[in-house]
């Protein structure tokens, strides 16, 4: 049974690590991530086989099994947070899943098979734009050459994994996806359906494509008081153009969406029109068809608006992942623990990426909890209740005994 006080005491713990009242900084690969690896490790230490980090920054903790060399369970989330991010996205899932090893181990509980908790490294993304990037990194989905990609302060994966103490390789993190049974995640909804139903959890169905992609406008740099408005290439107007037809064409795609989060504008100089801008995609739908037609529609706005505008437009794809419907077995048991602990969960389909999606399409059987949350996501207002989460807790705890007693 969960001890909630402890719980709602170590989420709080978690987030004052890189936080500032309810807002949470945590990026990936930094000195404060280390910090809440070695943090969540602590709590996990008496019950623990084996604790370590792994060469992209991921940490496992192993709780051992009977048969000794049967396929792990692995249960976990992610570490990182967005810059001032929230303080449940992905923490809440470790807080939950130490909390439940903990208090099955507490209760006596004996495991057939070995359970390890996994604290994911770098899920967001935010600082070197590889998202999902510690799972990525275990079964084998990172992109060529990930350790080279650099933040903005220059400094490359491959350099902040030494620092903290790696070889500087993340691809040596890879395992054999045989070394895991199943793999479950317990994370807030990030959006209202739950609240909007009056429901604690829910167990997620499937979970959304993501295209991320990056586009360069070059246009002419210019005087910005000399140049006549008929005579300018101006980079910017053309992107906000493009952006603004990015957001016309998703909404006409049902389930689809898209968005522009970052812009940079070069040279950066309010007496200067502007020569080159650059700003980011992510496109998601649960279906890849739907992403393709977003993706055929803004090439073609493309086209016209460079054409227009007279500006030189590229899109270069930074990171796909594919719609991953979640495994319907492992489903059944989050349906059956949620049940138990009096909840009516519904199925939802998540717009959010997971870590849960790189286990799911390397063939682990894979399934997932959504806990209410209100206050949106990726913002210091995210919230989710102590007691929705305990409850989320009890729930895993069950589907955690279940999956491991044999
Ligand atoms: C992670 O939060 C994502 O969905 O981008
Ligand atoms: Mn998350
Ligand atoms: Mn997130």
């Excluded at 989420?11 to 910090?35: F, K, M, N, P, Y």
């Excluded at 989330?77 to 909390?99: K, M, N, Q, T, Y």
């Excluded at 898209?258 to 995609?281: D, H, M, Q, W």
């Excluded at 068809?289 to 590229?314: E, K, Q």
Aim: glycine share 12%.
């Amino acid at each position: 049974m969960t001890d909630a006080a402890r719980l709602g005491d170590r989420i709080a713990q978690l987030a004052r690590i890189g936080g500032s009242g309810t807002s949470v900084s945590r990026l990936g690969l930094t000195a404060l991530e280390e910090q809440a690896r070695a943090l969540v490790s602590s709590w996990c230490e008496p019950h623990a086989a084996s604790r370590r980090r792994d060469e992209a920054g991921n940490l496992f903790v192993r709780f051992a099994g009977e048969k000794t060399d049967a396929p792990a369970l692995l249960v976990g989330s992610h570490i990182d947070s967005v810059p001032d991010g929230g303080r449940f996205d992905g923490a809440l899932g470790v807080c939950c899943a130490a909390e439940a090893l903990v208090s099955l181990k507490e209760a006596g509980a004996r495991f057939a098979r070995p359970v390890e908790l996994v604290a994911w490294a770098d899920e967001e993304g935010a600082r070197f734009g590889i998202g999902l990037f510690g799972s990525a990194a275990v079964f084998g989905k990172l992109p060529p050459n990930a350790a080279e990609r650099r933040d903005k302060a220059d400094i490359s994966i491959a350099e902040a994994l030494r620092a903290l103490g790696g070889s500087g390789d993340p691809t040596k993190a890879k395992r054999d996806p045989k070394e895991f049974s199943a793999y479950l995640e317990l994370h807030i909804e990030q959006g209202p359906r739950l609240e909007r139903a009056g429901v604690a959890l829910g167990v997620v169905s499937d979970i959304v494509g993501i295209y991320h992609g990056r586009v360069t406008v070059l246009g002419r740099q210019d005087h910005a008081g000399a140049t006549v408005m008929g005579a300018r290439k101006d980079a910017l107007v053309a992107a906000s153009e493009l952006i603004r037809s990015l957001e016309l064409i998703a909404a006409l795609i049902p389930d689809a969406v898209g968005t522009v989060g970052e812009i940079a504008v070069r040279p950066g100089a309010k007496n200067v029109v502007p020569g080159e801008c650059t700003f980011s995609l992510d496109i998601r739908a649960p279906k890849q068809g739907s992403i393709d037609d977003v993706l055929d529609a803004f090439n073609d706005a493309v086209a016209d608006i460079g054409g227009r505008r007279g500006v030189d437009v590229s899109i270069e794809r930074l990171q796909t992942v594919a719609v991953t419907p979640l495994d319907a077995g492992i489903r059944d048991v989050l349906v059956r623990a949620t049940k138990a602990v009096g909840v009516e969960a519904p199925l939802l389909v998540s717009g959010a990426g997971h870590d849960a999606q790189n286990p799911s399409l390397s063939g682990v059987p894979t399934g997932m909890i959504f806990v209410r949350s209100t206050g949106g996501s990726h913002t210091p207002t995210e919230f989710a209740a102590t007691a929705d989460a305990a409850v989320g807790t009890d729930a895993l705890a069950r589907a955690i005994e279940e999956l491991a007693a044999s």
